[in-house]
Every structure is written in structure tokens, then in C-alpha cells.
């Protein structure tokens, strides 16, 4: 063998190294900057599930950074006690999940409307539902209050659902936005076809269209939930009966009642106060890992189809 066939004989060997090389190179590159990013999302998770196992003595133990010296789940059954989680998870459900459901049918009415017809004023209302969405909803809580008030709504869950319905409510207008922005991306030919077969556009819609709409239902389903869920805003707002607090309104009580006590404790001086302990911040912790749980545990048998229909709901259109 001559040196020129030693040569072609060894350089596609070079050429497998250098790929195998470049490829492994490129997938830790990969891998870092996943684990990085996956770092930063995960490190609140992961500091609350740490100090909720803490007990005072180890917050106040300038060692102790992550791992508590004793694994304790006092602090959860306490705080278990103090939100009366059961009554509470109830009331959060209500609060919650209900106006999640009917948002995802009416905006979907609304949505359909705007994508596949053309009606008088249509680019009027078009922009009122964009202007809602632009405008604050702290810019409108005066009147929003009266408004409640004089229709008896405060205390009650009909200042989350009467709006649910009307196609409004928290984060109303993006869900018809989300819809719209899916229904324009299906072929035109359905709805021809079910004309043809007699069905009338409610019809068309509901047996035709509706169902071809899951990735967006998925979508304005689980973003409705969540944002309901950690709403402290409109719930601060109208429900004001202590005993009728979701999760999120019960756990700022016990937040509350933990620096007052910490704050009579120093005399009232809240000068005192610095370099002392939060001995309750073991206990706000637990009760926020558990209010946060239900979603976390939603999202973990969720989380493949989520992703998946955020995709196919951002299908543009013709």
C-alpha cells in the first residue's frame, strides 16, 4: 500500500473523529445551557421546599443553608390547620375553576365571530376587546366596585362568573384572541361542507369547529385556571368576608398575623426588627408550597399536552 491510499484509507476516520467531536461538543453546550436555565426556574421551587422543612432554630443557624439538620413536616401540618386547607381548597376551586370553564366556552363563541365572520362594526368591536385588553384593570376598579356593589355581587362568586360568561373577566380578551388567531387557521371547506348538509352556523359551530379546537381549549383552559388561582387582585377586591378567603387571601392572613406578632414582640418598634429572625417565614413557606401544589401536580399530567397545543394554537392563518 502507497502513502496516497494510506492517506484516503485514514482521513475518513479523522473526518468521524472531528464529527463525533463537533457533536458531543454541541450536546454539552446543550446540556449546560438547559441545566442553567432549568437552575434559575427551579431554584424558588426548590429554596421553598428547603426552608418550609426548617424549623426556627435552623433558620436561625447561619450553617444551615439547604438541608435542614432534622427533616421535619410540622411546619405543613400546622399550616394544614391555619388555612383549613380542606374549606379553603374548596373555595379556591369555586373561585377558580368554575370561570375557567365557562372562559373557555364563551371565548370561543366570540372568538369563532370575530375569525370567520364579517358583520357591520366588527372592526369597532374588534378594538373594544383589544382596548380591554391594553387597559389596566387597576384604572377601573372604582367603578367596577360600584357597579358589583349595586348588583349585590360583593361576597359572592357572581362577581367571577356573571363576567366569565359575558366573555370577560380575568384575561378575557386574550383568550379571544388566542381563539380567534386558531380559528382563522382552519380550512374554510367545513364550514362549506356543513352548509351544504343544512346545519346552521350554531350548529356548524358546536359540532364542527368547537371540538377542532382543543389545542386552544387546552390552552385558555389552563391559563385560566392559573391565573384565577394566584389572583390575589380581584379576589382582594370582592370578597371581603374573611370567612369566604381562597387560598391565596388565607395565606397573607397567616403572612399578616406573623409580623405582627414579630412587631409586638420587638415592643411595636419596627427598628427592632432588623437582624431578628423571621421565625415565621418557615411557616409561610409550607403554606405556600401548598397552595402552589394543586398547579404544580396539574401541570406534571399536563405539562406534554400543553406544550403541544401551544404549538398548534399558534397556527397563522390565511
Known sequence: MDKSESRLHYRPAGQTLRKRTSEYANKIFHYVLLISLSFVFMYPILYLISRSMMQ????????????????????????????????TFIRSVMNSLVPALIQTFTCAIVG????????????????????TFLVPPQTIVVPLFILFNQFDWINSYLAFWIPAILCQGLRGSLFVLIYIQ???????QLEEAARIDGANAFRTFSRIMFPLARPAMLVVFLFSLVWHWNDMFQPGLFIL???????????????????????LGMGGSTAGMIGVVPSQGNRIMAGALLTILPMLILYLFTQRYFVESVERAGIAGD
Not at 450553617?63 to 380542606?86: H, Q
Not at 365571530?113 to 376587546?129: D, M, Q
Not at 386558531?182 to 374554510?188: A, D, H, I, Q, S
Request: net charge negative; hydrophobic share 45%; proline share 5%.
Open 56 to 87: 426556627p432554630a435552623d433558620l436561625a443557624d447561619a450553617t444551615v443553608v439547604w438541608i435542614p439538620k432534622e427533616l421535619s413536616f410540622s411546619n405543613f401540618i400546622n399550616v394544614f390547620a391555619e388555612l383549613k386547607y380542606t374549606e
Open 112 to 131: 369563532y365571530g370575530f375569525a370567520r365572520y364579517t358583520f357591520p362594526g366588527r372592526g369597532i368591536l374588534l378594538a373594544l376587546v383589544l382596548f
Open 182 to 188: 386558531f380559528f382563522r387557521g382552519l380550512p374554510g
Open 241 to 263: 368576608d374573611t370567612t369566604k378567603f381562597n387560598l391565596t387571601q388565607q395565606l397573607s392572613v397567616i403572612y399578616g398575623l406573623g409580623e405582627q406578632e414579630l412587631t
